[in-house]
T-cell receptor
Framework: DVKVTQSSRYLVKRTGEKVFLECVQD?????MFWYRQDPGLGLRLIYF???????EKGDIPEGYSVSREKKERFSLILESASTNQTSMYLC????????????FGSGTRLTVV | AQKVTQAQTEISVVEKEDVTLDCVYETRDTTYYLFWYKQPPSGELVFLIRRNSFDEQNEISGRYSWNFQKSTSSFNFTITASQVVDSAVYFC????????????FGTGTRLKVLA
């Protein structure tokens, strides 16, 4: 089974801090995604990556950046955290082909105070 | 533009009742994929089913069944004889058939099954 591990389950950060959310997968999946989940809004795509050092903006990239230096790791960076970035962040991966869809990590619930 | 609508925000049923979760989608693509995911209280989204746009055959897996109708752009999910363990948030998602692997998610339906 593909395992997608997000480094923290819960995080509390202060406004203005630089925040790193890490996602590591143990299969050789090319595609990795960062979503945020908010009540009433569902999941919205922040950034995704098809390969090492490659990144594409999703639907709500403002205030975020990403890094993919190794195939198994995809990091989401909040350059200067703000209270409106309080949310559940979900990382997902998918191999070539679409048959099984995404595999998700267990999520990081970030609170910015 | 692609869109997924889950009009039911929250549903409560009593154990052993049948329940249907609605999903309506919009896309201009002729090739696309539809998915259902379950998010239990633990938070991790669990894959339930994938359907491609050329396969309208209904699917049954134990107490779960899915009804895909292109004519109404719907992909509804029915749980038969619901159980407390079915309590979760359920998401419907749409992916285009070519190009990116991005998914468009609905806003989710919270299902509460009461004992």
């Amino acid at each position: 089974d593909v395992k997608v591990t997000q480094s923290s389950r819960y995080l509390v950060k202060r406004t203005g801090e630089k925040v790193f959310l890490e996602c590591v997968q143990d299969m050789d999946h090319e595609n990795m995604f960062w979503y945020r989940q908010d009540p009433g809004l569902g999941l919205r795509l922040i950034y995704f990556s098809y390969d090492v050092k490659m990144k594409e903006k999703g639907d709500i990239p403002e205030g975020y950046s990403v890094s993919r230096e190794k195939k198994e790791r995809f990091s989401l960076i909040l350059e200067s955290a703000s209270t409106n970035q309080t949310s559940m962040y979900l990382c997902a991966t998918m191999g070539q082909g679409r048959f099984y869809g995404y595999t998700f990590g267990s999520g990081t619930r970030l609170t910015v105070v | 533009a692609q869109k997924v609508t889950q009009a039911q925000t929250e549903i409560s049923v009593v154990e052993k009742e049948d329940v249907t979760l609605d999903c309506v989608y919009e896309t201009r693509d002729t090739t696309y994929y539809l998915f259902w995911y379950k998010q239990p209280p633990s938070g991790e989204l669990v894959f339930l089913i994938r359907r491609n746009s050329f396969d309208e055959q209904n699917e049954i897996s134990g107490r779960y069944s899915w009804n895909f109708q292109k004519s109404t752009s719907s992909f509804n999910f029915t749980i038969t004889a619901s159980q407390v363990v079915d309590s979760a948030v359920y998401f419907c998602a749409l992916s285009e058939g070519t190009g990116t692997y991005k998914y468009i998610f609905g806003t989710g339906t919270r299902l509460k099954v009461l004992a």
